[in-house]
């Protein structure tokens, strides 16, 4: 069977973005990627993105939009399956992986604070979920063990945007739960993760959080 042709419409900072671009590099599929800047997209994006938002995949130009709709699209054609076999373990690995989406919502209300008392509750919240993961690890260096698998792909951006932070700030959000950060170390050391996104991130990261009045940038080490 012939390919799509696919593009994926990204935006270069956007995490879930990076979900959908970890699943195309993991199985190797080709595919065209374009950055559009979400503050003047172009017109034609919304008549592919409802909700107005990135990652649209374009398969032979029909829009597919939502990061995880698109990875089971993708892990839909693909001749390997990111997802366990045993239909209760997948629906337990779907149902962990809305809470990344929970944790992602939590990052970005920490790095946009501008009032000391949602910036705690913001960290202390991130913390707190992180912990209750910590419960369901155990061996690594993965989620699951030894295999790299949509779940791992689901949280890969969150970890790269934690450690992000930590880079600039006093947080250690792994300071209670070490497999946690082992699992982190895996995902950000893992070829298709680290490709996912431009080679200038860490530094486009550090501008992206650089916003007048909030209370990360008010700590000393964001420049």
Same mark, same amino acid.
């Given at each position: 069977m012939t390919q799509a042709n696919l593009k994926l419409v990204s935006f270069a900072l956007c995490p879930f973005v990076q979900r959908a671009r970890i699943i195309l590099l993991e199985n190797k599929i080709e595919h065209e990627? %374009?950055?559009i800047d979400l503050d003047m997209p172009p017109d034609w994006f919304y008549d592919v993105s409802p909700l107005e938002k990135v990652p649209v995949l374009l398969v032979?130009? %029909?829009?597919?939009?939502e990061s995880l709709v698109i990875c089971d699209y993708i892990n839909d054609i693909s001749d390997s399956n990111l997802y366990p076999e045993d239909f209760l373990l997948k629906a337990q690995q779907r149902a962990w992986i809305s809470l990344s989406d929970n944790?992602?919502?939590?990052? @970005?209300?920490l790095m946009f604070a501008t009032d000391e008392t949602k910036y705690k509750q #913001?960290? +202390?919240?991130?913390?707190?979920r992180l912990e209750v993961i910590e419960e369901q690890l155990s061996t690594g260096p993965f989620y699951s063990g030894e295999k790299f698998a949509m779940i791992d792909v689901a949280y890969a951006p969150l970890f790269r945007f934690l450690d992000s932070i930590m880079s600039v700030s006093d947080i250690n959000f792994y300071a209670d739960a070490a497999n946690v950060q082992?699992? +982190?170390? +895996?995902?950000? #050391?893992?070829? #298709?993760?680290? =490709? +996912?996104?431009?080679?200038?991130?860490?530094?486009?990261?550090?501008? @992206?959080? =650089?916003?007048?009045?909030?209370?990360?940038t008010a700590s000393k080490k964001i420049q």
């Open positions: 990627l %374009e950055f032979d130009d %029909e829009p597919i939009f944790l992602l919502d939590l990052v @970005y209300e #913001a960290k +202390a919240s991130i913390i707190d082992t699992w +982190a170390k +895996a995902c950000l #050391a893992y070829p #298709a993760v680290q =490709n +996912a996104v431009v080679k200038t991130f860490p530094e486009d990261f550090l501008v @992206y959080l =650089n916003r007048p009045h909030t209370i990360l």
